[in-house]
């Protein structure tokens, strides 16, 4: 496409110029205080999927210049982008900052799944869930192949709310969204009834 499009010496430069092989001292940083991201995975045939992690600054963690990982959580059951990993261990993962910096950071490598238990014997220092009764029940750790910018360009910058509008952890139907796309009406046939 790069040549189609004659882009080829642009997307060089950019290789050049911003693609890193694991993350630099201020990558580090603005990964620390993220508060979300999405994370994009394929099964074995590869079917996509792309989801959105977050949770206090710093959920994220960075091990080491080639590594990061952060907690996986119950959920509801599903399991899709563990589950992908498990089948195909590349992961493309998007850090947006809408507030601060206004500006992203993919970061692209493979991933494993690791016991929650296991991770804290090989790492002390994750930090402790601040959510009273969350647990982690296992960690992705990512192995960074690449790191580089989202430029600003197109970013909206965004307000941020309260903690207080937040329901981190919580159970309730209502709080988690409840049917908001209709689609359990949908798969019972009560639509428009």
């Given at each position: 496409m790069q040549e189609r499009a004659g882009t080829v010496e642009r997307a060089e430069r950019f290789y050049r110029?911003?693609?890193l092989p694991a993350l630099n001292e201020q990558m580090a940083e603005f990964v620390g205080r993220q508060e979300m991201m999405f994370v994009s995975t394929a099964d074995a045939l590869g079917h996509c999927?792309?989801?959105?992690?977050?949770?206090?600054?710093?959920?994220?963690?960075?091990?080491?210049?080639?590594r990061l990982a952060w907690p996986e959580y119950?959920?509801?059951?599903?399991?899709?982008?563990?589950?992908?990993?498990?089948?195909?261990?590349?992961?493309g993962l998007l850090f947006m900052d809408f507030c601060r910096d206004v500006?992203?950071?993919?970061?692209?490598?493979?991933?494993?799944?690791?016991?929650?238990?296991?991770?804290?014997?090989d790492y002390p220092q994750l930090p402790a869930d601040q959510?009273?009764?969350?647990?982690?029940?296992?960690?992705?750790?990512?192995?960074v192949e690449e790191a580089y910018i989202h430029c600003a360009k197109h970013v909206p910058r965004l307000r941020k709310v309260t903690a207080e509008d937040r329901a981190w952890g919580t159970d309730d139907v209502h709080r988690k969204g409840g049917d908001f796309f209709g689609a359990a009406a949908e798969q019972l046939g009560t639509v428009g009834r």
């Open positions: 110029q911003q693609v999927d792309c989801t959105f992690r977050a949770g206090p600054p710093g959920f994220v963690t960075v091990l080491a210049p080639g119950r959920g509801n059951g599903v399991m899709a982008s563990v589950g992908n990993l498990v089948e195909n261990p590349n992961v500006i992203g950071l993919h970061v692209n490598g493979h991933a494993t799944v690791a016991s929650d238990p296991q991770m804290r014997r959510v009273p009764g969350r647990r982690a029940e296992r960690w992705v750790n990512v192995f």
